[in-house]
């Protein structure tokens, strides 16, 4: 078991183009999860899927945002027409069904925009 | 609202001392999980330890420990015998599946 694996590490883009962003989760945990941290502040949730289906979306995720987890394996998030305030690490992160065991998170994706 | 309150931005702490980082949240709801999640420097989340809340007795892992006033609406976390590699930014954080993190304390330890 790898961990949970996101890739790219980094990305910069110029704004008003789109990104995509790939999280692999751990493969026993039916749960997955995405946050988005901005320096020097605590993650704040976008989004989670049990399975392949999307349970929850903040009000934070806007209608540029948009999230998939065809399968129930890998999910991606995608971020459309980028603004230079999308600029933040990414997080995915997951789980067992059942909230006590916590969330493993991957690494993150940093995006700048330019 | 739901909101983590981490009310410590920055502390410090000698190798080999003890420190208390404190937590309070607000929530309507009756059961949830708490948790303490600690981030290194450019390094990902790691869990350092969980709490049911219907629970009385206070979470243990090793040098960690935590004081769970649920009335109170508190969550600190205690860290005994501090040492260099506990350096890190420590998230407190609650919920049942989607969780609510706080705005984090950055903790430096001294040799």
């Known amino acids: 078991d790898t961990g949970v694996s996101q890739n790219p590490r980094h990305k910069i883009t110029k704004r008003g183009q789109n990104v995509t962003f790939r999280c692999d989760p751990i493969?026993?945990?039916?749960?997955l999860y995405w946050y988005r941290q901005t320096l020097g502040q605590g993650p704040e949730f976008l989004t989670y899927f049990q399975n392949e289906a999307q349970l929850e979306k903040s009000r934070l995720l806007s209608d540029r945002f948009s999230a998939e987890r065809p399968k129930g394996s890998f999910s991606t998030l995608e971020i459309q027409r980028t603004e230079q305030g999308d600029s933040a690490m990414y997080l995915c992160?997951?789980?067992?069904?059942?909230?006590?065991?916590?969330?493993?998170f991957g690494s993150g994706t940093r995006l700048t925009v330019v | 609202a739901q909101t983590v309150t981490q009310s410590q931005p920055e502390m410090s702490v000698q190798e080999a001392e003890t420190v208390t980082l404190s937590c309070t949240y607000d929530?309507?709801?009756?059961?949830?999980?708490l948790f303490w999640y600690k981030q290194p420097p450019s390094r990902q989340m790691i869990l350092v330890i969980r709490?049911?809340?219907?629970?009385?007795q206070n979470a243990t892992e090793n040098r960690f420990s935590v004081n769970f006033q649920k009335a109170a609406k508190s969550f600190s976390l205690k860290i005994s015998d501090s040492q260099l590699g506990d350096a890190a930014m420590y998230f407190c954080a609650y919920g049942l599946s989607e969780l609510i993190f706080g705005q984090g304390t950055t903790l430096q330890v001294k040799p």
């Open positions: 493969s026993e945990h039916n749960r």
């Open positions: 709490q049911e809340a219907y629970k009385q």
């Open positions: 929530t309507s709801e009756s059961d949830y999980y």
């Open positions: 992160a997951s789980s067992p069904a059942g909230g006590f065991y916590g969330y493993t």
